[in-house]
């Protein structure tokens, strides 16, 4: 099975404090850790699980500039056995439409059996899997969190719906499919395994490799725009204690027995 | 302006709590936008939801065909893509099924799409101005959407209070597809619903406890679950947790709060090392005291917890543990 995970590079909410800036228009940058993000991961772990079943290759390309191909060599590390870079200045901008515009046309150079995004990105909206389905006419399951392979081009996928339930389904190939975090243990990657594939070429596809006219991808395209970061204030905020460790748990236990929760 | 639809999921013949945010949401566009609710199903339940909408919704358009009995995303798609006028701006669930159906849908109607949108900031000409989250909650964002080809947006359950409106009378009107050439029915779907799976039941029940010590990505690795497990066995309280907690296998899915795990209504609620995501804060009801211990100050949990220590779990927990047993010595002497 060819399978094509389109991955994207994002600060790492769980390693960061994030701040706004001072101009206030977007966060602050500089001392950011950058991550894959964290359901593309996932997906292609699920990729790597799925070829060493039934075969085939894992593709992963990502829409972005130089300082994401570390994002592609991690995923290489782990196994995926081609890296694509997708980039294009005209392509600076674009929202959720434009990049599944840009990957509907790479998905039309090459062939693939199934596309696997990230459920959603740490500043996205999970909507680039299924555009991107609806665009190739392909028919599309978010929330996927897992995969088994049928005879006669098909898939068998649960999807994780409120409760902990799963909604079982069957999706023809070729299909895209959005992975929920939890469906597999992604491997771990080394320095070691990333040096291995540090002289690995990675193929640069722009616009004009892609026959993909400007009008449809880049910020003049977009509809949607960010304007503006801001911190809200949701509901009053905590009491924040500022005793000693010691004092904080006498509060802690005196609150938590006066709440009705001690025996 | 546009014509405003709501796309309004139903189960059991009732219409999802989602409905009434919806036309919260619709309200805040445009007050006096004309507003219909569309609902897709078969037989006595979809009748039976379409009833249930009446007091937000002037105008019900109902679409009746067995292939919707079970709401398939891409049938879906494909009804509403028959009935839908352009231009529309068509509002869903930011749930499971909006998930799957509206970023679909927002390339077939040739409009904008913004997702899981927690407020209405304005309208200001063709722009459709809005308030997202990013980045786990910790900062939000407005977002301009060009609505004047319309748009599909998806809006976060419980982010708009439910209004009732009472519009006198509504009527229902069936748009049920039925040319046969071109009914949905008709239309095979690349994707087939075979089933639902309920989920496992788990070793311990974490709704039937009045505290939880529930434990999130803070706890680091799976051996110091069980400095969670000592502080609730001294205060005879249930170890439950937040996604990233099963995502890494520490945890068996049933210990899960949130909109994909368990919903509790605990009397405490000890948020350890969790970031307070919208998904996990779903899963909490009846307004427990929430104390959060978080070592990033500007962890979301702060915004809506009671009490909030900003110190490492790893260091507090074992503490705290040691001083409920000493206090439990003390009474039993």
Known sequence: MEILVCVRRVPDTSENEIELNSAGNDIERGELVYSINE????????????????????????????????????????????GVMISDEAFSGSDGRGIATILKTFVQKGHYDLILTGVQAEDGGAQVGGMLAALLDYPFASLVNSIEVLEGKKLKVSREIAGGNKEMNEIDLPCVLSIQTGINEPRYVGMRGIRQVASVPIPTFSASDLGLGTSAVGEAAAKVNRVDYFVPALGKGAEILHGTREENIDKVL???????GLK | MARIFAYIVHKRGVADDSAFELAAAARKIDPAASLTAILTGWGADLDAACNTVGASYPEIWKIAN???????????????????????????????????????????MDSAFVSDVLDIAGVEGANLKVVRQEFGGQVSAHVRCDISSGAVVTIRPGA??????????????DKSVVDKSNAVGTLAAGRR????????????????????????????????VAIAQELADALGAAVSCSRPV??????????????SGKTVKPKVYLACGISGSFQHLAGIKGSPFLIAIN??????????ADVGIVDDILEFLPELTNKVREMHTVAAK
């Open chain 1, 254 to 260: 005196e609150l938590v027995a006066a709440k009705g």
């Open chain 1, 39 to 82: 359901p593309d991961n996932y997906a292609v772990e699920e990729a790597l699980q799925i070829v060493a079943r039934v075969g085939g290759n894992v593709t992963v390309a990502t829409v972005g500039g130089e300082d994401d191909e570390e994002i592609l060599r991690r995923e290489m590390a782990m196994g995926a056995n081609h």
């Open chain 2, 193 to 224: 619903y075979l089933e639902t799976v309920a989920a496992e039941a788990g070793d311990v029940d974490i709704t039937k406890f009045n505290v939880l010590v529930s434990i999130g990505r803070g706890i680091q690795e799976k051996d110091n």
């Open chain 2, 246 to 259: 099963v995502d890494a296998k520490w945890m068996e899915k049933s210990r899960q709060v949130g909109s």
């Open chain 2, 295 to 304: 070592k990033n100050p500007k962890a979301p949990i702060f915004q809506v």
């Open chain 2, 66 to 108: 067995e292939a919707l009995a079970y709401p398939n995303a891409e049938l879906v798609r494909k009804a509403l893509q028959k009935v839908l006028p352009s231009n529309s701006i068509v509002l869903v669930a930011h749930e499971h099924f909006g998930i799957d159906l509206a970023p679909g849908l927002s390339i077939k």
């Open chain 2, 160 to 173: 708009f209070k439910a209004v009732e409106i009472t519009p006198g009378s509504s009527q229902v009107i």
